[in-house]
C-alpha cells in the first residue's frame, strides 16, 4: 500500500507527458537563439526539407536501414539548383542603369541603352552593402548576357527586390513584384517567360521602385536540377507526434521495426550554464515491432546550410576525434564575424558540430548533397570532400541486432558563434566560455557525459510546466504554453556585458530585427519571471545602460539597442516615449515582485526611474499622436491602452518607492496614478465599454496594459472597469479570437491572453484563450507561430519565431503571484 502514491505519480507523470501538444503550425527541433535555430514546417517530419525559422532550408535528413531496407524518416533532400546566370550574391555583375525615366521600348533586345551609366550590382542606398550606390525613387537597369544551352529542367527567377519590382528578358514582362522581399528569392518561370530566351545574346530588364525606407536590386536565373531519385527509398510511416516544453518526440513504424525519434534543446532557465549550452540532443530508440531481431543502422545528415546565410557560400569542413568523441564541424571559408546586421539572415561565422560517443562506434564523413544519401544505400564512408558550396556532415549509428527490447542512442548538433554579438561597440563572447569552459569540445563533452541527467531534468520540467499551466487555465492553455516555450527562450542571446552584467537580447523576429527591443520584452515577460527573473533583468539592462551613461540623452526609455547582432545604440527611425517607459517601470517592478518584494533592483536605477515616471505623469494621461507597440496598426493619438500603461507606470514607480521606504514619495504618486484613472474612466467611457480613442464611443480596444495593476496588486482600476471590458469583448469575437481593437479583425494573440487573464471568473478566460487554441491548431500559414493573425480565417498576417508567446505565461505568473 505505501508503494501506490508512488506508483500512481509516476502513471500521472506518464500521462501528462503523453497528453501535452500533439499539433503545432511548424515544429521546433534545435533551437537555442535566433541563428541557431531548426524546423520542420509540416505535420509529418519526412513531409519536407527542415527550414531555419525564417523559412530558408536548413536540411536535417534521416534514414533508417531495416535489413537492407532504406526508409526516410526526417526531412527531404534538399531542391538543388544550377546557376544560369549569377546573381551578386555569387559574383558581382556590370550592366547598364538610368534613375530617369526611358523611353517605352527601354526593356527591348535592340534598345540603344550607351547612353546609360555602367554599374555593379547589387544597387542599393545601403552605403555598406551596395557595389552602386541608389538613392532615388526609380532605377532602370539593363543586363546584356550570352546563352549556349536553352535545354532547363525548370527555370527560376533568382529576385532580390526592395520595393516594387518588374523583370523582362528581352523585351517580355517576365514578373512583376510589389513590395520588398529581403532577399534573393526564387520565382517560377513560366513556358513564355521561357521561350522569350534564345540563343546568343539576351537581355534581363529590371525596373525597381523605392516607396520608402531600404532600396536593393538584384537578379540571376537558375535552373532547378532533376532529384536524384532513389528507386529503392521508402517512406517511414509516422504514427505519432508529441510536443512539451524542451521536446519534440516522433514516433515511426518503418517495416520491421519501430523507431522513436526525440529532439531536446534542454532550455531549463534554472540552469543558466545549461540555458546557454548551444547543444541539442537528437535520441534515436529503435525496436522490432514483428518479435524477430533486425540489422539496423540510422543515418543522420546535417546540411553546412546550418554555417552559412546563403546557398553560394563555400564551406569548410574537418572529421576528427575529441576525447570520448567523434566529430564533424563546418564553417563558412570567409567567416565574416558580425558583419551582417538585419532580419532575414543566417548566421555565417562561427561553426557547426555533429558529435557522437566514439562508444556508438558511428562512421563520420562528409559528402556532397548529392552523393548523401547515396553513400548510405552503398555503405560508403570515406570523406571525399573537405571545401565546397553543397556538403553535408553524415552520421551513420549501427544499432546491430535489436529485438524486442529497446536500443536507444543518440548524436548531439551544436554550434560555436564564437563572437555572438557586439555590444556598444564591444565584441562579447558566449555566456557558456569562461575560466573553466573554454572550448566547444569541452561544451560537446559535458553535454555528452551529462545527458542521462539533462533529460531527466527536462522530463521532470516538462511535466510540472503543463500541469502547472493545466491547473491554471485548463488543456488548451496549458498546449499554447507548450508551444511558446522554446520559441520564447530561443529569439534571445544569452551574454555577459562589459560590466559583468547579464545581457539576456531577444531578436526581433521578421519585424525588422531590431535588437533588445523593449516592446518586445514587454509581452515576452511572464514566461522569464516565473522561471528566472534574472533573465528578465538580462533584457532590462541594456536599456538602462543605454540611459544612464547618457549614449540615450532623453527623459523617456529607449525603444531598441539597435539591430541584431549590433547592439550599439538604437536604430529603429522613431521613438515610443510613453510605451516604452511605460514598460520599463511596470517590468522593473515585476522584476522585485519575482525577487520576494525585494526592491534592490529598482533602488540601483532609481533615478532613470524617476525620470521616466515624470514623463509619463506629464504626457501619459492624454496621450500625443505617438506610436505604441502595436505601431503596424498605425500611429494613434489619444489612445486609451496606451494612457491606461502610463497609469500603470506611475502606479508601479509609487510602489516601489512604498518598498523603499519613501513614503511621501509613494503617497504622491499613488495619488497621481488615482486621479488619472478617474480622469481616464471619463474620457474613455463609452457605455457598455471603454473606447480605443478619448472620446470617441464608436471605438474599442483590448485593455491588456492594465493586467498590471491586477497581478502586481496596485488597487487603481475599480474591478468595474475589468468586469465591463471583459463583458463587451466575449460580444466581439471571431472564429481565431478577438480582434486587437476596432480597426481591423486581426489580433495579437499575446494580447488575448493577457485580456483574458482581466477575467474574474476561469469560464471568461477559457472563452477568449481557447479561439487562440483553435488558431494555433487550424492556422493555414505553417511557420513557427505567429503572434499577428487574422481572426476571421486564422492566417498570418506578419510575424514569425518571435519570443512574445511567452506572454502566454501571464495566466500562469498570475496564479503564481496571487494564490488563485
Given amino acids: 500500500m505505501k508503494r501506490f502514491p508512488l506508483v500512481a505519480c509516476l502513471m500521472l507523470a506518464g500521462f501528462l507527458a503523453r497528453a501535452q501538444a500533439t499539433k503545432a503550425p511548424a515544429y521546433p527541433l534545435i533551437t537555442h537563439n535566433p541563428y541557431f535555430s531548426i524546423w520542420s514546417f509540416t505535420d509529418n517530419l519526412n513531409e519536407s526539407t527542415t527550414h531555419h525559422w525564417t523559412g530558408k532550408d536548413q536540411s536535417l535528413l534521416g534514414l533508417i536501414k531495416v535489413d537492407g531496407a532504406v526508409y526516410r524518416f526526417m526531412g527531404k533532400e534538399p531542391v538543388e539548383y544550377k546557376t544560369v546566370l549569377a546573381a551578386a550574391d555569387e559574383k558581382p555583375y556590370t550592366c547598364k542603369y538610368t534613375e530617369a525615366e526611358p523611353s517605352k521600348d527601354w526593356a527591348s533586345a535592340k534598345f540603344e541603352d550607351s547612353g546609360w551609366k555602367t554599374g555593379t550590382a547589387p544597387f542599393s542606398n545601403d552605403k555598406q552593402a551596395a557595389k552602386t550606390l541608389w538613392t532615388g525613387r526609380e532605377i532602370w537597369v539593363r543586363r546584356t548576357f550570352t546563352l549556349n544551352d536553352l535545354n532547363f529542367n525548370k527555370l527560376w527567377l533568382r529576385l532580390h527586390h526592395d520595393d516594387e519590382a518588374e523583370v523582362y528578358i528581352n523585351g517580355k514582362k517576365v514578373s512583376e513584384q510589389g513590395g520588398a522581399n529581403g532577399d534573393l528569392q526564387y520565382f517560377a518561370l513560366n513556358d513564355a517567360a521561357i521561350s522569350s530566351l534564345k540563343k546568343g545574346e539576351n537581355v534581363l530588364a529590371l525596373h525597381c521602385t523605392n516607396t520608402g525606407g531600404g532600396a536593393w536590386l538584384d537578379a540571376g536565373l537558375a535552373d532547378e536540377l532533376k532529384p536524384t531519385g532513389h528507386a529503392a527509398l521508402e517512406l517511414a510511416k509516422q504514427t505519432s507526434v508529441t510536443l512539451n516544453a524542451t521536446q519534440t518526440i516522433y514516433n515511426f513504424k518503418c517495416g520491421k521495426a519501430d523507431l522513436q525519434v526525440t529532439f531536446t534543446s534542454p532550455l531549463l532557465m534554472s540552469d543558466l550554464n545549461l540555458l546557454s549550452r548551444p547543444v541539442s540532443y537528437i535520441s534515436y530508440k529503435v525496436k522490432s515491432n514483428d518479435g524477430a531481431a533486425h540489422d539496423i543502422k540510422v543515418y543522420f545528415g546535417a546540411s553546412a546550410d546550418i554555417a552559412r546565410n546563403t546557398p553560394q557560400q563555400p564551406v569548410t569542413t574537418q572529421q576528427y576525434t575529441s576525447g570520448t568523441l567523434s566529430v564533424l564541424k563546418a564553417g563558412t571559408v570567409e567567416q565574416p564575424v558580425l558583419q551582417k546586421k538585419g532580419d532575414d539572415l543566417r548566421i555565417d561565422w562561427g561553426y557547426m558540430y555533429v558529435a557522437a560517443p566514439k562508444s556508438a562506434n558511428v562512421q563520420q564523413y562528409v559528402s556532397t548533397g548529392k552523393q548523401a544519401v547515396d553513400s548510405f544505400f552503398s555503405g560508403g564512408s570515406k570523406s571525399t570532400v573537405k571545401e565546397g558550396t553543397n556538403l553535408v556532415l553524415n552520421t551513420v549509428i549501427p544499432f546491430g541486432k535489436v529485438g524486442k527490447a529497446a536500443v536507444a542512442k543518440f548524436v548531439e548538433l551544436g554550434y560555436d558563434d564564437i563572437t555572438p554579438v557586439q555590444y556598444f561597440h564591444t565584441n562579447l563572447k558566449p555566456w557558456w566560455q569562461n575560466a573553466q569552459t573554454k572550448t566547444i569540445e569541452q561544451v560537446l563533452a559535458k553535454a555528452a557525459a551529462e545527458y542521462p541527467a539533462v533529460l531527466q531534468k527536462c522530463t521532470a520540467f516538462n511535466t510540472s510546466m503543463y500541469k502547472d499551466a493545466q491547473n491554471a487555465g485548463g488543456t488548451p492553455y496549458a498546449k499554447l504554453c507548450v508551444l511558446a516555450y522554446r520559441q520564447s527562450i530561443a529569439a534571445h542571446i544569452l551574454v555577459k556585458s562589459p560590466q559583468g552584467e547579464i545581457l539576456f537580447l531577444s531578436k526581433e523576429n521578421f519585424s525588422n530585427g531590431s535588437i533588445n527591443t523593449v516592446d518586445v520584452t514587454y509581452p515576452s515577460a511572464p514566461l522569464f519571471l516565473l522561471y528566472n527573473p534574472k533573465l528578465m533583468e538580462g533584457m532590462l539592462n541594456g536599456i538602462f545602460y543605454f540611459s544612464e551613461t547618457g549614449k540615450f540623452a532623453h527623459d523617456f526609455a529607449a525603444h531598441d539597442l539597435g539591430t541584431y547582432p549590433l547592439a550599439n545604440g538604437q536604430t529603429y527611425g522613431e521613438g515610443m516615449p510613453v510605451e516604452e517607459s511605460g514598460n520599463m517601470l511596470a517590468l522593473t517592478a515585476a522584476i522585485v515582485r519575482a525577487n520576494g518584494n525585494n526592491p534592490a533592483y529598482a533602488k540601483k536605477h532609481w533615478k532613470t526611474l524617476t525620470t521616466?515616471?515624470?514623463?509619463?505623469?506629464?504626457?501619459?494621461?492624454?496621450?500625443?499622436?505617438?506610436?505604441?507597440?502595436?505601431?503596424?496598426?498605425?500611429?494613434?493619438?489619444?489612445?486609451?491602452?496606451?494612457?491606461?500603461?502610463?497609469?500603470?507606470?506611475?502606479?508601479?514607480?509609487?510602489?516601489?518607492?512604498?518598498?523603499?521606504?519613501?513614503?511621501?514619495?509613494?503617497?504622491?504618486?499613488?495619488?497621481?496614478?488615482?486621479?488619472?484613472?478617474?480622469?481616464?474612466?471619463?474620457?474613455?467611457?463609452?457605455?457598455?465599454?471603454?473606447?480605443?480613442?478619448?472620446?470617441?464611443?464608436?471605438?474599442?480596444?483590448?485593455?491588456?496594459?492594465?493586467?498590471?495593476?491586477?497581478?502586481?496588486?496596485?488597487?487603481?482600476?475599480?474591478?468595474?472597469?475589468y468586469d465591463r471590458e471583459i463583458k463587451f469583448y466575449l460580444t466581439k469575437q471571431n472564429q481565431y479570437g478577438i480582434p486587437l481593437d476596432s480597426r481591423k479583425t486581426y489580433t495579437k494573440s499575446d494580447w488575448i491572453i493577457w485580456t483574458a487573464t482581466l477575467a474574474k471568473n476561469r469560464a471568461d478566460f477559457e472563452a477568449l484563450v481557447n479561439p487562440v487554441y483553435k488558431y494555433a491548431m487550424e492556422t493555414p500559414t505553417r511557420v513557427p507561430l505567429s503572434d499577428w493573425h487574422e481572426t476571421t480565417n486564422g492566417k498570418q498576417v506578419g510575424f514569425q519565431a518571435r519570443s512574445v508567446v511567452g506572454g502566454y505565461y501571464i495566466k500562469l505568473l498570475q496564479q503564481k503571484w496571487n494564490g488563485k
Fill in 612 to 721: 521616466w515616471t515624470n514623463y509619463l505623469a506629464k504626457e501619459g494621461l492624454d496621450p500625443a499622436n505617438q506610436l505604441c507597440t502595436d505601431d503596424f496598426a498605425g500611429h494613434l493619438a489619444r489612445n486609451a491602452n496606451l494612457s491606461a500603461k502610463a497609469i500603470v507606470g506611475v502606479g508601479c514607480y509609487a510602489h516601489l518607492a512604498g518598498l523603499l521606504g519613501q513614503k511621501d514619495v509613494a503617497a504622491k504618486y499613488n495619488a497621481m496614478a488615482k486621479d488619472m484613472v478617474s480622469k481616464w474612466m471619463k474620457m474613455a467611457d463609452a457605455g457598455d465599454h471603454y473606447s480605443l480613442v478619448f472620446d470617441k464611443k464608436d471605438t474599442w480596444s483590448q485593455k491588456y496594459n492594465i493586467i498590471w495593476d491586477k497581478i502586481l496588486g496596485l488597487n487603481l482600476f475599480p474591478q468595474s472597469v
